[in-house]
């Protein structure tokens, strides 16, 4: 049964404080609560029973009201809620339950990790902590007692201050904490166990001195340096570019093992999965060191995006998300390569958001209605919703953004507010109307835009054509024209910049405002016939299409001003290429290039005045699923057919650049995650995958030789990888090894596990079945899961068998974490849903599989994505 955004109403009742005790107990957790509670003067509801949300693993023992024990009949328990009839406008409700943390294998509500407790509230968990108004627009003043053994757990962690902690007479300790900022349940947490901690202070703008704390077990105290370092520099970057300020006197960052997401931003006490978190050159590699450092921005930066100012219901999710991903974007281009940055998420997003958008889960960045809300938590609200507020970056201007976002905290601090109320602060600071803009939150899909030119020499002008189309969604057949700003420029045929006059106004970059379905922009004193430069810096997440030559390309990728464009470029180019070879190969011919993709490759590795980080990123040819994603109908051996033939033609013509490439850019000196460093290994490791393919001898012994010097994580896994999937003959020995070196490190054996159900081998269902077994293994950790199945899912031979038995396998796991943890299976379930794109006799098997699937019985959440795949 959906809920839906238009049927919201403001809670009949609030919580002005909450008061609570866990006694921690290895069999059962006793938890007390205190709500004082009264009625809401903004509901109209008036005589409107109370109704709090639990859960089936919840167990009433008593409720009272006021110091009047309620007698079973003066309450019900219906669909694990709790209906309280008669109430006074004014109470203090008081409930005991009892929880089992240690059976609870959702990891929503109170937990064990290993060896501590620790909560994952948002969205709804808190109701499976006790019973509660679990919604974000009940903001309370939480106060928390937390009683365990302390021999066993001495560390006792919630929101805010501690204010006591004292020994007990049966000898339990007793620790309070005082949060006095009002949140709402989703930002509760507890962590108490037999942790180490790493102190360090922040000194904010205006002098106070904060208490930074990273907690994690003893074993990994010693990789949280670089955590910490990363949060200063988020708590500095915030101030200077957003003017907030830490609030409380105390920080603290959790690391525990299972946990299904990322991180989460609870307030005063962040808690993360430990692969978003510890790093240490020898374990880490570059791509997650980058990684941690922009999620422990994100969960800082959410403590004004999302904390002080937080979501009046779950459909404003993308109000926190979308915003605070901005932010942390922003903050990765100011600590490291702005253009890099981009490409990165614009790639991820094209391949992964786009993916979605067309297909059968496509909902708008503020969904109108869902089944289980943590299937939203998905990369539409969160990338795309991070687009939107780039978009308006780029209409109003970085100083009246900045103008914008201090209305909206300001107007805003301590409520739960709307995608609108956003929209709205930003208008109203910088005069400018977002009125059509604001149907990029409602409308789903990704909008197409056609572009046509036209240049007349002899009155030197220009014009471009712009036609936009959003393709239907499930649920939305129609759609309006979008807002959608088209930065450009346009450059003569040696490369220069043309400064061309638009509107009156003359310059070589323009800023187009594209609101109809179809605009003629016009431009004079144009010297020369352009090559338009579009949509510079991915300034809407639309797909534009232009009809370019490859010389047109290979110009913009030489000497586009704009550097994104020039990747884009150099992508496009590949595109075409492979999606030509693509064509040979389903229609069963013998592939041949048919393009000068590969001088324009050698040009690159030759311009020393490239940044090495670009050039990998351009010499990365487009991926598998980048590549499914463009295609109509996918031919998953067809596209792996593709690329292996194009990576082997480029190898070959290029053997000796790739062979120089590898030596002109090895780093020395001590490991640093810094863009300079990382730039070059980035580049010297894409150059010895392609050297190796070449099939020189020499490269063969170089891998081996790298993996078993490295002194670090980056180098050693690439070698490792690129042995693997280059079908290097040693591939076997090394993989061993690697697992033989690391087997006590579980973050690096992840990294294995995923390496390992991604090679492709022709037994090699049989391979992930049997590392299902493995001792490195464990169903009941989401990170083994992630990387094991992740990995299995990027097998593109095994996972796309045609006789189904890759999606067999898949569905089986489904069905089995589905009992265990709906919101990892619903995960899984991803790529089951592209079935009505795949090709015909692979879409039968899939569907097939999802028709099984839905034959169970089903927890809400693959519910929800297997009905609508087969919608
Ligand atoms: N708010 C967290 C973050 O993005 C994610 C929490 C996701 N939780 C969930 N149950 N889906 O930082
Ligand atoms: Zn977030």
């Known amino acids: 049964s959906a809920i839906y955004l238009k049927d919201y109403k403001v809670p009949p009742f609030l919580i002005d404080k909450t008061e609570l005790t866990f006694e921690l107990d290895e069999a059962t957790t006793v938890v007390t609560s205190k709500l004082h509670m009264r009625r809401n003067p903004d509901s109209t509801e008036n005589t409107a029973p109370l109704v709090l949300d639990g859960g089936e693993d919840v167990k009433l023992v008593a409720v009272a009201m006021d110091d009047y024990v309620l007698p079973s009949g003066e309450y019900q328990l219906v669909d694990n809620q709790l209906i309280i009839t008669a109430t006074a406008d004014n109470f203090v409700l008081t409930c005991e339950t009892l929880i089992e943390p240690q059976n609870n294998t959702r990891l929503e509500g109170l937990y064990r990790s290993s060896s501590m407790f620790c909560t994952q509230c948002e969205a709804e968990g808190f109701r499976h902590i006790t019973y509660y108004l679990d919604r974000p627009d009940v ?42 900022f009002p949140k709402p349940a989703y930002l509760f947490a507890l962590v108490s166990g037999n942790l180490e901690v790493k102190n360090d202070t922040f000194v904010t703008q205006s002098q106070r001195e904060v208490k930074l704390q990273i907690f994690t077990e003893a074993h990994n105290i010693d990789k949280v340096d670089y955590a910490m370092e990363a949060l200063k520099r988020s708590m500095r970057w915030d101030e200077d570019v957003y003017g ?35 790093a240490s050159p020898e374990t880490t590699t570059d791509d997650t060191y980058l990684r941690v450092e922009a999620i422990v921005a994100h969960e800082y930066f959410h403590n004004w995006s999302g904390n002080r100012v937080t979501c009046r219901d779950w459909f404003q999710l993308s109000l926190k998300e979308g915003f605070t991903v901005f932010r942390d974007q922003s903050f990765s281009a100011d600590m490291h390569s702005d253009t890099v ?43 795309k919703g991070a687009e939107i507020v780039r978009m308006i970056h780029t209409l109003l201007g970085a100083e009246n953004f900045r103008k914008g976002s201090d209305l909206y905290f300001e107007r805003h601090d301590g409520q739960a507010v709307t995608c609108d109320d956003f929209v709205a602060a930003m208008q109203d600071a ?49 759609k309006l024209p979008l807002h959608i700003p088209v930065r450009l420029g346009l450059i003569d045929e040696s490369g220069n910049a043309l400064s061309v006059s638009s509107s009156g106004h003359v310059s070589d970059e323009h800023l187009l405002e594209l609101t109809e379905a179809e605009q003629v922009f016009e431009f004079t004193q144009v010297a020369t016939k352009p090559v ?67 001088e324009g490759f050698k040009s690159l590795l030759q311009d020393a005045s490239l940044d090495p980080a670009m050039v990998a990123l351009i010499l990365n040819l487009p991926s598998q699923a980048y590549l499914s994603e463009l295609a109509q109908v996918i031919h998953p051996n067809a596209i792996k057919q593709a690329r292996q033939y194009l990576k082997k033609q480029i190898a070959e013509s290029l053997q000796a650049d790739f062979a120089q490439a590898y030596q002109q850019h090895q780093v020395t000196g001590q490991y640093q995650a810094e863009a300079k460093d990382i730039a070059s290994r980035s580049l010297k490791n894409l150059a010895l995958s392609y050297w190796l393919e070449s099939g020189d001898d020499a490269a063969k012994q170089v891998v081996v030789a790298q993996f078993e010097s490295a002194d670090n994580m980056t180098d050693q896994f690439a070698a490792l990888s690129i042995a693997v999937h280059h079908g290097h003959d040693k591939a ?52 083994k899961v992630r990387s094991l199945l992740g990995g299995f899912g990027q097998n593109i031979a095994a996972f796309h068998q045609v006789d189904g038995s890759g999606y067999q396998f898949l569905a089986d796991q489904i069905l089995v974490l589905d009992k265990r943890n709906p919101q990892i299976a619903s995960r899984l379930c991803t790529p089951l849903t592209r079935w009505k794109k795949m090709a015909p006799e692979l879409s039968v098997k899939m569907k097939a599989e999802l028709e099984r699937i839905m034959a169970n019985e089903l927890s809400k959440d693959v519910y929800e994505v297997i009905s609508k795949s087969l919608a």
């Open 139 to 180: 903001m309370s003043v939480f106060t928390t007692r937390i009683i365990a053994d302390a021999t066993k757990y001495p560390v006792m962690l919630s929101n805010g201050n501690e204010i006591s902690r004292e020994l007990q007479e049966d000898g339990k300790t007793s620790v309070v904490w005082h949060d006095p």
């Open 341 to 383: 940055k981009r490409v990165e998420d614009v790639s991820f997003l094209k391949t992964a958001q786009f993916a979605e958008d067309a297909g059968p889960m496509a909902h708008p960045v503020r969904p109108a209605s869902f089944i289980e809300i943590s299937n939203f938590y998905t990369l539409t609200v969160y990338e």
């Open 532 to 598: 338009p430069s579009l949509l510079r810096g991915f300034s809407a997440p639309v797909k534009l299409s232009y009809d370019y030559s490859s010389a047109d390309l290979l110009l913009l990728l030489s000497s586009d001003q704009d550097g994104f464009n020039r990747w884009n470029a150099g992508q496009q180019l590949a595109v075409n290429e492979l999606n030509t070879l693509i064509e040979q190969a389903v229609a069963g011919e013998t592939l041949s290039l048919t393009s000068n993709l590969v």
């Open 244 to 278: 907030r300020e830490y609030d409380l006197d105390i920080f603290m960052i959790v690391a525990v093992d299972d946990f299904n997401m990322g991180a989460m931003e609870n307030k005063g006490l962040n808690i993360f999965n430990s692969s978003c978190l510890l």
């Open 732 to 783: 076997d020995d090394l993989l061993d090894a690697f697992y033989q070196q690391w087997q006590n490190e579980p973050l690096v054996v992840n990294k294995w596990l995923m390496l390992s159900a991604s090679r492709e081998q022709e037994d090699a269902i049989a391979k992930v079945t049997a590392l299902m077994e493995h001792e490195a293994f464990d169903l009941k950790n989401p990170n």
């Open 430 to 478: 910088s005069g400018v109307d977002l009125t059509q803009f604001k149907r990029w939150y409602s409308q789903a899909g990704t909008p197409q835009i056609r572009v046509t030119d036209e240049y007349d020499a002899q009155s030197q002008t220009y014009q471009l054509t712009l036609q936009q189309e959003t393709p239907a969604t499930p649920g939305q057949p129609t």
